[in-house]
């Protein structure tokens, strides 16, 4: 079996790669190709989905993640109109006899002198884009947004888009369509990044000031991602000023962050280095609390990339982020959580219709605890690394067609937990056993244009899962109260033990009415063999990861979602109207008081089963104009069934809220004064609440309800920010604002979380606590700058 | 070694509820439903020559608004399979059962708990409910040690460290009382201290830390000449597992870090129509004289 599984995998690889070669010799008689990179005039970042439309013809393209555009028509002259929002078009008329390469930069709007009125062209890539159930937003957007002590957050943000739900307030956490918190791939240039929080999820590891491209693909993601259920969140960052020498700041009230980028020697090269670290623990000596006097809490992220043009047709790029919260008290603990992601690229244009990029990836995530107690150091270590080869080709035959084809292998490798007490490591101490898995995927996907309205994307993955040796695997006894182990399996280092294999396929049909409207539906098969031990509904950095075995299956989902995107006003107001049917099955969910941390036999403590997702989503966005923002609904509901919770009926999920409204509006009063405001609302949280109950040994006990059968009350909250910019003059360099932001405007105590607790001093009385989060009439201020 | 679980989540929480302190409100006027009644049980038989107890009483509303009402009148025996003991109700402790003075459990027996003439649902029809728990070996505890020292930030104390061989032979459950002059320290469910043999089965606690005295607290705070005693008690997983998440269920949930709210597991059958627990266990005492 394992021999014909690697045979096959081999043959595969083959395939693959010999793809290109027919790729290049395959160019179909009398087309011609023009070819290049749109970037931005005035940073040289590359323009990640402007478009490339010929006019007359009604056909065009548009760049991909490196700004990479290929067309190839019959000889003739063209007008070709080159487009990106928030950008100037450019125009461009070529006599195409010969295959061309053709770089475009465009200028970006606001960069225009104030006289200019702006004539409003705006791409209409909402309705004529064949890709549907996906949010893409600009950091423009994301910085208007007022957030929690002014520290504008991307995760943040994510959460106020249709189909989207924050699991907690104040968490980093999301769940998409139904979807859990583990069900969201976060890439950050395309390294997985398996914590996205800082402070518990008050904040997010992404700097905004270093990142470029923010999309989120909630269903119809296409082929070329794979391992996640339910999303795909792609954070790219900047590429660096490579014309030249910029600086962007911040100083706020817990934290400031400098980015410097520029070019190194000429337009070749670039860099950008981007830092950031809150000093909220700077005011703990301050406080008369003596515990808070001696408390550490802070997190720092530092963003790096360098990139250079070795030619016109080879490019290297090099990013690494590093991050790491640090908390605890003198003398008590010391505790520190934080990813490491690396990613070397290589873009190599073998023709001037097919692009490939080689990329070496790495991804780590690690914690450690260190707390004296009883005069001892105990020490509790968790840390996980995948490391990635991946390999990606675009191939633009014509313009009806875009193929995209690739392969991946990533190495799993996880130590769960290794605790100890300092210094008498020999004599006790848990250990879960460090386990590793390969995962391979392989996809091929088309663009096809069919006539001038219809467009079909296809694709498939396929998935290959292999747990590796040394491993020690349990045997548990289903049925059982608690699982027993009844045999215990060690399997040698590199020995292939355990193999899963699965196909993705993807469809989308866009149908275009006009310039103006179309209809799409997309239908899609998800597999997920990474998975994440936790229960708790935001998810804390103790959290840890772990692959699909002979004990867990993987993941799987089938989901189906059909929308009509309608723009209006000369595109400046785009609406859609989108419908989900999501269907889970082998879904992860934990038994009741199950132990997720430091236990060997946690495996044994996980139960599986289905769910069902479905949901309706109302979006409307006005992209300019004094007054902009959008408006979103989401009418939606999300159970699971698993046979040994809840006595195996269905039960909503924690993040099952059927109403969620979210209004984001900014009115620009002038060039230099700009109200913003988000207001926030969605059904109260589902949360089991106790029915009955009783006492042993002194200690008030609960007898709970169905999981989840109560509901907390709704949550609503406004926050409120106000930008000033300074005077902007041509001969003035430093370019100032102000932010000033109020959290939580008009004070709501929204539940956080309910608690029934025994009255300590009085066991006979038992009190209801509503918990909730201090960021009541929170005020944040912020100073940006950038020169 | 769930001992650093156990400590160290609640510190964590600790650290980070400096971002998110003291926002809480009463509620008052929650509305909740009711469930029908069920028996609760609370039985032990140890290796301890003694009065063998079982309480029996019954589940109220979950805001305890009413007091809790015991069941008298119960036919209460504790079986090991050849000989079984008849418990009788106390008088002056209604809905308390106690065997007769010199009443043991042997280590390797499984006893079997059987409750008769109880009608908890009140539909005249008199129920029967069972449980049973096997008495766990445990090894004598060779000595206990206070250590003085700083416990943790500007807590000094001592930490009372134990010696004994772990019996081996798979997974083994332990519950660690404290007494100071004969006075139980640990008087309450959640102050119970637990462990399991996890990473040291079958090896020698080499002085284990089991409890910290605070030197702050009155109760705990040593003089000399006052004697501390440790209680090792060998525990079935059954009753490990209703301690543990009877401690995780008293705490109050924090988002970020709990898992849903859920029932403390019982052994007492028929499960849908009881809570509580019946168990056996293995009692192990050192003493030492603080000096």
Redesign the interface.
């Known amino acids: 079996m394992i021999l014909k599984t690697k045979l096959f995998i081999t043959s595969l690889c083959f395939l693959f790669l010999s793809l290109p070669a027919f790729a290049v010799g395959d160019s179909p008689a009398g087309l011609i190709t023009v070819s290049g990179y749109i970037k931005d005039a005035a940073s040289g970042e590359s323009l990640i989905g402007a478009t490339v439309s010929v006019k007359d013809l009604n056909s065009g393209t548009s760049a991909n993640q490196y700004g990479f555009y290929s067309l190839s028509l019959k000889q003739a002259n063209y007008q070709l109109e080159f487009r990106y929002l928030g950008y100037q078009t450019v125009r461009k008329t070529i006599e195409l006899n010969k295959n061309i390469t053709l770089n475009i930069e465009l200028t970006p709007e606001e960069s225009q002198i104030e006289e200019v009125v702006i004539t409003g062209e705006h791409p209409e890539a909402n309705v004529k884009e064949p890709e549907m159930s996906i949010s893409k937003l600009e950091m423009k957007t994301i910085k208007q947004v007022p957030a929690l002590m002014g520290e504008v957050d991307v995760l943040k943000v994510i959460q106020m888009l249709p189909g989207v739900q924050a699991t907690a307030e104040g968490t980093s956490g999301f769940s998409v369509r139904g979807g859990g918190i583990d069900q969201n791939l976060i890439l950050l240039d395309e390294a997985t990044v398996y914590n996205a929080s800082h402070m518990m999820g008050f904040f997010s590891v992404f700097n905004n000031d270093a990142v470029r491209d923010v999309k989120l693909y909630k269903g119809d993601i296409p082929a070329n991602y794979g391992g996640r259920l339910s999303s795909v969140l792609d954070v790219r960052m900047k590429e660096g000023n490579n014309k030249k020498f910029a600086a962007t700041g911040g100083i706020g009230l817990i934290s400031s962050r400098l980015t410097l980028e520029g070019p190194i020697g000429n337009e070749k090269t670039s860099f950008l280095i981007a830092g950031r670290r809150t000093y909220a623990d700077l005011f703990f000596p301050l406080m008369t609390d003596s515990s808070a006097k001696k408390s550490k809490l802070f997190f720092y992220d530092l963003n790096l990339k360098v990139n250079h043009q070795i030619n016109e047709r080879n490019r290297l790029f090099l990013s690494v982020y590093t991050g790491r919260d640090l908390f605890g008290q003198k003398g008590s603990s010391d505790a520190g959580f934080g990813n490491l992601t690396g990613t070397l690229r290589w873009n190599h244009q073998i023709s001037n219709k097919v692009f490939s990029n080689l990329s070496a990836i790495i991804a780590k995530y690690d914690y450690s605890l260190k707390m004296k107690q009883g005069g001892s150091n105990y020490v509790w270590n968790s840390n996980m690394s995948d490391y990635t080869l991946k390999l990606d080709f675009n191939y633009f035959p014509n313009p009806q067609n875009e193929i995209k084809y690739g392969i991946a292998t990533t190495f799993h490798d996880f130590d769960p937990c290794d605790a100890y007490i300092e210094g008498e490591k020999s004599k006790l101490g848990t250990q879960v056993a460090k386990n590793y898995a390969l995962e391979h995927g392989l996809y091929i996907s088309n663009e096809q244009k069919i006539g001038e309205k219809l467009t079909i994307k296809y694709g498939l993955r396929y998935t290959i899962f292999q747990n590796i040796g040394s491993a020690t695997i349990y045997t548990y006894a289903p049925g059982t109260p608690n699982y027993r182990v009844i045999d215990t399996t060690y399997y040698a280092s590199g020995k292939i033990f355990h193999t899963y294999h699965g196909l993705e396929p993807r469809l989308g049909v866009t149908y275009t009415f006009n310039e103006q409207s179309s209809l799409k539906a997309s239908i899609s098969r998800t597999i997920q063999n990474m998975q994440l031990a936790s229960n708790s509904s935001g998810g804390m950095p103790l959290d840890v990861w772990f692959p699909s075995g002979p004990n867990i299956k993987p993941q799987k989902a089938n989901q189906f979602a059909a929308g009509y995107f309608r723009d209006f006003a000369n595109n400046t107001i785009e609406t859609s109207i989108e419908t989900y049917y999501k269907q889970m099955y082998d879904v992860i969910d934990f038994k009741d008081n199950a132990q997720l941390l430091m236990n060997p036999r946690m495996e044994g403590d996980i139960r599986t089963g289905t769910a069902k997702a479905y949901g309706l989503e109302l979006f409307v966005k006005k992209n300019d104009g004094k007054l902009n923002g959008w408006i979103s609904y989401t009418l939606s509901k999300v159970t699971r069934t698993i046979a040994e919770i809840n006595n195996g009926n269905p039960y909503p999920t924690t993040y099952d809220k059927p109403h969620n409204i979210n209004v984001v509006l900014n009115y620009e009063f002038s060039k230099r004064v700009i109200l913003s405001s988000n207001w926030v609302y969605a059904t109260g949280a589902p949360i089991t609440f106790p029915v009955g109950s009783f006492v042993i040994n002194n200690t008030y006990g609960k007898y709970y309800s169905a999981r989840n059968g109560y509901r907390m009350r709704d949550y609503h909250r406004l926050d409120l920010s106000l930008t000033l910019k300074g005077k902007e003059r041509p001969d003035k360099k430093w370019q100032g604002e102000w932010v000033f932001s109020m959290y939580n405007a008009y004070g709501r105590h929204n539940d956080w979380m309910i608690n029934f607790v025994q009255d300590p001093k009085n066991i006979e009385k038992i009190v209801v606590e509503r918990w909730y989060l201090p960021f009541v009439f929170f005020p944040g201020i912020t100073y940006n700058f950038k020169f | 070694?769930?001992?650093?679980?156990i400590?160290?989540i609640p510190?964590?929480v600790?650290?980070?509820s400096?971002?998110?302190?003291?926002?809480?409100?009463?509620?008052?006027n929650?509305s909740?439903?009711?469930?029908r009644p069920?028996l609760?049980v609370?039985g032990y038989i140890s290796t301890d020559v003694t009065r063998q107890m079982v309480k029996l009483?019954k589940?109220?509303?979950?805001?305890?608004k009413d007091?809790?009402q015991v069941i008298s009148n119960a036919e209460v025996t504790i079986s090991d399979g050849s000989t079984t003991f008849g418990l009788t109700e106390d008088q002056l402790q209604k809905g308390t059962y106690y065997t007769a003075p010199d009443v043991f459990g042997v280590p390797g027996r499984t006893y079997t708990l059987q409750i008769k003439n109880v009608d908890i649902n009140g539909d005249n029809v008199m129920e029967e409910y069972t449980a049973q728990s096997l008495l766990k070996r445990l090894n004598p505890i060779d000595s206990v040690h206070l250590?003085y020292?700083?416990?943790?930030?500007?807590t000094n104390g001592w930490?009372?460290?134990l010696f004994s061989m772990d019996p081996g032979q798979g997974r083994n459950f332990y519950l660690i009382k404290i007494l100071r002059n004969n006075q139980l320290l640990t008087?309450?469910?959640?102050k119970y201290s637990i462990t399991d043999n996890?990473?040291?089965e079958g090896?020698y606690f080499?002085g284990?830390?089991v409890?910290?005295l605070r030197e702050d607290r009155k109760d705990e705070k040593l003089s000399p000449g006052d004697t501390v005693t440790v209680e090792m008690y060998g525990i079935t997983?059954d009753y490990y597992?209703f301690i543990?998440?009877?401690i995780?269920?008293?705490y109050?949930?924090?988002?970020?870090?709990?898992?849903?709210?859920?029932?403390?597991?019982t052994n007492i059958k028929p499960v849908d129509d009881a809570?509580?627990?019946f168990t056996a266990y293995s009692i192990e005492r050192k003493s030492v004289i603080y000096k």
């Open positions: 070694m769930k001992y650093i679980r400590h160290i510190i964590l600790f650290t980070i400096i971002i998110a302190v003291g926002c809480t409100e009463i509620i008052d929650i909740l439903d009711t469930t069920r609760v609370e009483s589940m109220g509303d979950a805001l305890k007091p809790i250590i020292n700083n416990l943790y930030r500007d930490s009372v460290n008087d309450s469910v959640f996890n990473g040291f090896k080499d284990y830390p409890y910290s997983e597992s543990s998440s009877y995780s269920d008293y109050p949930k924090v988002p970020i870090f709990s898992g849903p709210s859920a029932n403390i597991p809570v509580g627990i």
